[in-house]
């Protein structure tokens, strides 16, 4: 019923930059948090830019200043623009939102992910 979809994932250039995207769908009633985290080999997932339920804007140590997280509220999607980047950005980027869907006309809570898209910094 509910459905995170990440883009903007690909292979750039150590320095260069990308921008993600997740849109939210389906029977959403409201977001209470929405944000990136990532993934790389062999560590674990860890934040990297999200918004929480109390409006303020966090960012992981690593790419503060580098990264900035946006938010689109009438579509549902935030972005994360990446500049930058560096080696050991590399990582699937997973999009999480806490929200309330309607489910069957009872509104339920939950967390959802996204499938997570790939970035890779590489020369």
């Known amino acids: 019923q509910v459905q995170l979809v990440e883009s903007g994932g690909g292979l750039v250039q150590p320095g260069g930059s990308l921008r993600l995207s997740c849109a939210a769908s389906?029977?959403?009633?409201?977001?209470?948090?929405m944000g990136w985290y990532r993934q790389a080999p062999g560590k674990e997932r860890e934040l990297v830019a999200g918004?929480?339920?109390?409006?303020?804007?966090n960012y992981g140590d690593s790419v503060k200043g580098r990264f900035t997280f946006s938010r689109d509220n009438a579509k549902n999607t935030v972005y994360l623009q990446m500049n930058s980047l560096k080696p050991e950005d590399t990582a699937v980027y997973y999009c999480n939102a806490d929200l309330v869907y309607n489910d069957y006309g009872v509104p339920r809570g939950m967390d959802y992910w996204g499938k997570g898209t790939l970035v890779t910094v590489s020369s």
């Open positions: 389906g029977s959403i009633l409201s977001i209470n948090a």
């Open positions: 918004l929480t339920s109390g409006g303020r804007t």
